[in-house]
């Protein structure tokens, strides 16, 4: 399976995602997180991205007679390059961004699902809205982006903070 096909499916991005932060998960760990995927499937995918060396072994214990594998995710590999992506056709763009919003509609709804989820006090945000830019205006902007992302991007956990999945999408609007 090629990285485009390995990473481009809802129940993979998401387990891509709930391993994102440098931890370390077993598998009953991510059916726990994602409870509304089968555990079947869940342990199908990590399998594939296992496979793949999307995920690592870090460490493995005996329990009750059975292997534990903790996994860590390579960072490196889960995302997919500008090589591949500059190869896309323009369905396997189309498939992407499909999996891409089924991803977040899952993981917004499990937000959604817990006990106590309150979007105000959470500072929860969703918004859509024009912006005209020139090409050069554009790439300043994602520049800016970046560098102001950049220092966050490699938080590791601690008590104090949780996890926020954030979704940035730009792509030309058609003309009033």
């Not at 990473?7 to 998960?25: C, D, E």
């Not at 296992?50 to 534990?68: F, K, P, Q, S, W």
């Not at 999996?99 to 500072?123: H, I, K, S, T």
């Amino acid at each position: 399976m090629d990285t485009l096909d390995l990473l481009v499916h809802p129940v993979r991005l998401r387990i891509v995602f709930a391993m994102s932060g440098g931890q370390t998960r077993t598998t009953s760990d991510l059916c726990a997180q994602l409870p509304d995927v089968p555990k079947t499937s869940v342990y199908r995918h990590v399998g594939l991205l296992a496979e793949a060396g999307v995920l690592e072994v870090a460490d493995e214990r005996r329990v009750h007679g059975a292997v534990e594998r903790h996994y860590r995710l390579r960072g490196d590999r889960a995302a997919i390059g500008d090589d591949v992506a500059a190869a896309m056709s323009l369905d396997d763009h189309r498939r992407a961004f499909a999996a891409g919003m089924a991803a977040v509609l899952a993981e917004f709804n499990a937000y959604l699902d817990r006990p106590g989820a309150d979007p105000m006090a959470d500072q929860v945000g969703y918004r859509q809205g024009v912006l005209w830019l020139s090409p050069a205006e554009l790439t300043k902007l994602i520049d800016q982006l970046r560098s102001v992302l950049r220092p966050v991007v490699e938080n590791e956990p601690t008590p104090e903070r949780s996890p926020h999945l954030m979704t940035a999408i730009f792509f030309p609007a058609t003309r009033p």
